[in-house]
């Protein structure tokens, strides 16, 4: 079985690049820029989801196709709204066309529980369309596919852009973290390695067309993840809470959820449930011992040198 992720450069989709790699998959690992992450074994080919032609010669004779590709921080496709559409919303178009064209058995689309959030702004809206279109698709040509709607992603090789990376490095390097938010709001964070795996397991035919949420087993409350996050480092970093307003532009639309991504929706999606996921403590403390290992290489695991 032969497998394409578009997007295979980034944080997700370099994790479930291999784990279709573990699965027994030939991997081709398709981005706009070079892939550090990928292994001996899968084919990388660099271009643009924009470039039809490139997009169509990087998937022919491939059963599946995954798109990860596009703009995915929430604040910079509020200030890049027609980036934005260009590329998850034509990028995608032009994905499920090569798809449809090289009859791909299965199309995997990269989705977000703030499909149907009062947060998220032109993210959000461009992947509701995104999803019509992935819809549309399964309907006019019957291009089988399943849409993955990921929670809150931590992990290695996550970019400055990640949430728990950027509290993780801060309270590393300045010795506190601030918080714009009361704490009380709510996440289910995964992380990145079980949420890959999911991402494979969904290609089971029980979740052909269907919509599937990633995310993590449990939710909690920021503050408690913050007050984890000090215990684990001894106490010795301080948590600030400051009003969200602080954050935004005067005038600006609210971009996160507080308790959860959820309002009204038309379709719903099942929850993939694993039979194990990685402890959200131990997955910090992991992430913790490896930022520390990047700033003190000549160190151990104790701190000594």
């Known amino acids: 079985m032969r497998a394409i992720v578009f997007g295979g450069a980034g944080f997700l989709g370099s994790h479930v690049a291999d784990a279709l790699t573990t699965s027994g998959y030939d991997v081709i690992v398709f981005d706009v820029k070079d892939c550090p992450y990928a292994q001996d074994t899968q084919q990388k080919v660099r271009g643009s989801i924009l ?34 559409v260009q590329a998850n919303i034509l990028g995608n178009a032009i994905v499920l066309e090569a798809a449809r064209l090289e009859k791909v058995k299965r199309f995997m689309f990269a989705s977000s529980l703030y499909i ?37 992603l931590y992990g290695e090789r996550a970019d400055p852009q990640n949430w728990i990376r950027r509290v993780l490095s801060q309270a590393l390097k300045e010795g506190r973290i601030v918080r714009y938010g009361d704490g009380e709001e709510m996440r289910e964070y995964i992380h990145v390695h079980d949420a890959a795996r999911f991402s494979v397991e969904a290609l089971d035919p029980e979740y052909q067309n269907q919509t599937v949420v990633i995310s993590g087993l449990q939710a909690i409350k920021i503050k408690d993840l913050l007050k984890m996050i000090q215990e684990i480092m001894g106490g010795k970093i301080a948590i600030e809470y400051r009003p969200p307003e602080d954050q935004r532009p005067a005038g600006a639309a609210q971009l996160h959820y507080s308790v959860t991504p959820y309002s009204f929706s038309p379709k719903i999606a099942r929850k993939l449930v694993g039979r194990d996921y990685l402890d959200l403590g131990q997955g910090i403390l992991a992430l913790l011992e490896q930022f520390h290992q990047d700033e003190h290489p000549t160190a151990d695991s104790n701190g000594s040198t």
């Not at 990087?58 to 604040?75: M, T």
């Not at 509020?78 to 934005?84: E, G, K």
């Not at 009062?118 to 992935?134: H, P």
């Open 51 to 84: 470039d039809f032609d490139a997009v169509l010669g990087a998937i022919r004779g491939c059963d599946v196709a995954y798109n990860f590709a596009g703009l995915s921080d929430i604040e910079e496709a509020n200030t890049r709204p027609l980036d934005t």
């Open 116 to 152: 149907y959030s009062s947060g998220g702004g032109f993210y959000r809206s461009s992947k509701q369309a995104s999803e019509l279109l992935v819809e549309n698709y399964r309907e006019t040509y019957g291009l089988p596919y399943t849409i993955l709607r990921y929670g809150s």
